[in-house]
Nanobody, 121 residues
Framework: QVQLVESGGGLVQAGGSLRLSCVAS????????MGWYRQAPGKQREWVAG??????NYADSVKGRFTISRDNTKNTVYLQMNSLKPEDTAVYFC????????????????WGKGTLVTVSS
């Protein structure tokens, strides 16, 4: 069973830092793009950052504060979040395009269940 599992969320004061992790497990041949989304209470889910073949991209709201990285040997993507603001409070979701081991090695998109980040003022 293929799954994405996030960790690293929690409560932090404004100006603080957190590091989120997302591990992909199961019958995975390789990983294409990976990314992070977030959903604040009462709001729609929004894209935060993405990484693909070494290229990274960020939403304007987090550019300069958040850094996305990945460890292909561990099938893991990270989101280092610095200078956190109360408006960063949300459930953060991992998303990935995974190439499955089973032939014909289809690419499928998966979501994690999310990890809650709360930033207090």
């Amino acid at each position: 069973q293929v799954q994405l599992v996030e960790s690293g969320g929690g409560l932090v004061q404004a100006g603080g830092s957190l590091r989120l992790s997302c591990v992909a497990s199961g019958s995975i041949f390789s990983i294409n793009a990976m990314g992070w989304y977030r959903q604040a209470p009462g709001k729609q889910r929004e894209w935060v950052a993405g990484i693909s073949s070494g290229d990274t991209n960020y939403a304007d709201s987090v550019k300069g504060r958040f850094t996305i990285s990945r460890d292909n040997t561990k099938n893991t993507v990270y989101l280092q979040m610095n200078s956190l603001k109360p408006e960063d409070t949300a459930v953060y979701f991992c998303n990935a395009d995974l190439v499955l081991t089973a032939w014909p090695r289809n690419v499928r998109n998966y979501w994690g269940k999310g990890t809650l980040v709360t930033v207090s003022s």
